[in-house]
């Protein structure tokens, strides 16, 4: 108990001892702390600095909208939502700024140091890069390239004249389903008309 009273005494009495050990215990946590040698903290030893390998979403609910209640889950709220440190983030900047960030790339497990690269890591990167780059400079033969653009510019007709006749084709079914509930509940089998 960290104070006595009796019942002819109204004042508190402290209990001096256990108040002095728990300042005696507070000091040599800090002496501890401050000579790194406390045995409640261990140093964590975190990973180094990687490079994402997988592309961030953030244009999957763009131009969509969505009702939220106070009882919505946090995932399904408006803005985006970080599943490792479990919050919301209203747009895209401050997103990214939060991925990018300390604190989520401790809840990783990895700290904010990089690898140093070797001599041979840069070189092999730069022979890449230039692979990469002789690679999307070949050079069109401009028939071939012109025949390539018709081609695609056909699929592209195609696919929305097939989208065109398929919307159509939908609606005059929704059409007849409505007219066939409306002669039904006239009580007789059409309308008299032929479909033009």
């Not at 702390?33 to 600095?49: A, C, F, H, Q, Y």
């Not at 969505?66 to 970080?82: D, E, L, N, R, S």
């Not at 919301?88 to 790339?105: A, P, R």
Request: glycine fraction near 6%.
């Amino acid at each position: 108990m960290a104070y006595e009273k009796t019942p002819s005494d109204h004042r508190k009495k402290w209990d001096l001892d256990e108040y002095e050990k728990l300042a005696k215990e507070r000091l040599e946590e800090e002496l501890a702390k401050e000579l790194g040698t406390s045995d409640k903290e261990i140093p964590v030893k975190r990973e180094l600095l990687q490079p994402r390998d997988y592309k961030v979403d953030l244009d999957s609910k763009l131009g969509k909208s969505q009702v939220i209640t106070k009882t919505t889950p946090a995932f399904q709220q408006g803005g985006y939502f970080c599943n490792v440190c479990d919050c919301v983030v209203k747009d895209s900047i401050n997103f990214l700024d939060h991925i990018n960030g300390k604190k989520h790339q401790r809840n990783l497990g990895m700290s904010m140091k990089i690898e140093r690269s070797s001599l041979d890591q840069v070189k092999k990167r730069f022979e890449m890069n230039k692979k990469k780059k002789e690679e999307k400079s070949k050079e069109y033969d401009f028939e071939e390239r012109m025949k390539e653009l018709k081609e695609e510019e056909e699929k592209q007709k195609a696919y929305k004249k097939e989208k065109r006749k398929e919307r159509k084709r939908k609606a005059d079914t929704d059409l007849e389903e409505g007219d066939q509930d409306m002669a039904a509940l006239m009580g007789f089998s059409g309308f008299g008309g032929s479909k033009k």
